[in-house]
């Protein structure tokens, strides 16, 4: 039970390129990082990620099905330009499944020959109650690497070392994984805090990711705006995959 199976759509050379885990973390953040990496990478849907665990949905998206959970790749790549795959799904696992999903993901990444995985979501940070909020809105990102060479690669964006805490979700499994298995493994993380969007904690992480990765100088302040469009949209469509799949679902719960 459990099992996870990736099914070839699109034969594409994915060797070198970095994955990007798009499964639902505290709020929308990690969902907002994938969609809008898609749309500005103009990227195609290259295979399916499949269970028995799954909820049986079918995402319509410009009249075509699309599986409940995603990968997608850049199609044409110029020289120099970085290769990109991008996990994508509008469900929130259960516990039970995010083992499988998380390993099946480094499975991928290692038989691809993909040279990092990064895990984007959302940190939810309690203040005492003498410790003032930050009236200007900034929110930090935080980062962690499952190896040296990861955490060497975190120095190149603006990102704060995640010293103590617990990491949970595909993302904790994810770098627990990359530690034992020796594969590059990144999460950023961004405060996510009840004044502050969730669409801007995701701006800013998919400028962390700009930073280390694709290097196209993206300015956050447009990003906040289409990550806001992007929120909005999702919000509409997790609640639709979770009414669409209610009982038919017993280890898949809805996104809340």
Same mark, same amino acid.
């Given at each position: 039970?459990?099992?996870?199976?990736?099914?070839?759509?699109?034969?594409?050379?994915?060797?070198?390129?970095?994955?990007?885990?798009?499964?639902?973390?505290?709020?929308?953040?990690?969902?907002?990082?994938?969609?809008?990496?898609?749309?500005?990478?103009?990227?195609?849907?290259?295979?399916?990620?499949?269970?028995?665990?799954?909820?049986?949905?079918?995402?319509?998206?410009?009249?075509? =099905? $699309? &599986?409940? !959970?995603? @990968?997608?790749?850049?199609?044409?790549? %110029?020289?120099?330009?970085?290769?990109?795959?991008?996990?994508?799904?509008?469900?929130?696992?259960?516990?039970?499944?995010?083992? =499988? $999903? &998380?390993? !099946?993901? @480094?499975?991928?990444?290692?038989?691809? %020959?993909?040279?990092?995985?990064?895990?984007?979501?959302?940190?939810?940070?309690?203040?005492?109650?003498?410790?003032?909020?930050?009236?200007? &809105?900034?929110?930090?990102?935080?980062?962690?690497?499952?190896?040296?060479?990861?955490?060497?690669?975190?120095?190149?964006?603006?990102?704060?070392?995640?010293?103590?805490?617990?990491?949970?979700?595909?993302? &904790?499994?994810?770098?627990?994984?990359?530690?034992?298995?020796?594969?590059?493994?990144?999460?950023?993380?961004?405060?996510?805090?009840?004044?502050?969007?969730?669409?801007?904690?995701?701006?800013?992480?998919?400028?962390?990711?700009?930073?280390?990765?694709?290097?196209?100088?993206?300015?956050?302040?447009?990003?906040?705006?289409?990550?806001?469009?992007?929120?909005?949209?999702?919000?509409?469509?997790?609640?639709?995959?979770?009414?669409?799949?209610?009982?038919?679902?017993?280890?898949?719960?809805?996104?809340?």
């Amino acid at each position: 039970m459990g099992n996870i199976n990736i099914f070839e759509l699109k034969k594409t050379d994915l060797r070198n390129a970095v994955v990007i885990d798009g499964f639902p973390s505290v709020g929308l953040v990690s969902s907002i990082v994938a969609s809008y990496m898609i749309a500005l990478l103009k990227m195609e849907y290259i295979a399916v990620m499949d269970s028995d665990m799954f909820p049986t949905v079918s995402l319509i998206k410009n009249s075509e =099905p $699309l &599986g409940p !959970a995603r @990968i997608y790749a850049r199609p044409h790549l %110029k020289e120099g330009e970085q290769q990109i795959v991008v996990f994508s799904t509008e469900l929130q696992p259960s516990g039970a499944l995010l083992r =499988p $999903l &998380g390993t !099946a993901m @480094i499975d991928f990444a290692i038989e691809q %020959k993909c040279r990092l995985v990064i895990s984007a979501g959302g940190l939810i940070v309690e203040r005492g109650e003498e410790e003032p909020e930050d009236s200007s &809105g900034e929110v930090a990102v935080y980062g962690i690497g499952s190896t040296e060479a990861a955490q060497e690669l975190l120095k190149s964006a603006d990102a704060e070392p995640f010293i103590e805490g617990v990491i949970s979700g595909t993302a &904790g499994v994810l770098l627990n994984e990359g530690t034992r298995r020796g594969v590059d493994v990144v999460t950023l993380l961004a405060e996510a805090r009840p004044d502050v969007a969730d669409a801007r904690a995701a701006a800013l992480i998919l400028a962390a990711i700009d930073q280390m990765v694709l290097h196209l100088n993206l300015n956050v302040e447009p990003l906040c705006k289409e990550a806001e469009r992007l929120e909005a949209q999702l919000k509409v469509l997790h609640r639709d995959a979770e009414k669409k799949s209610d009982g038919q679902r017993p280890d898949l719960a809805g996104y809340h």
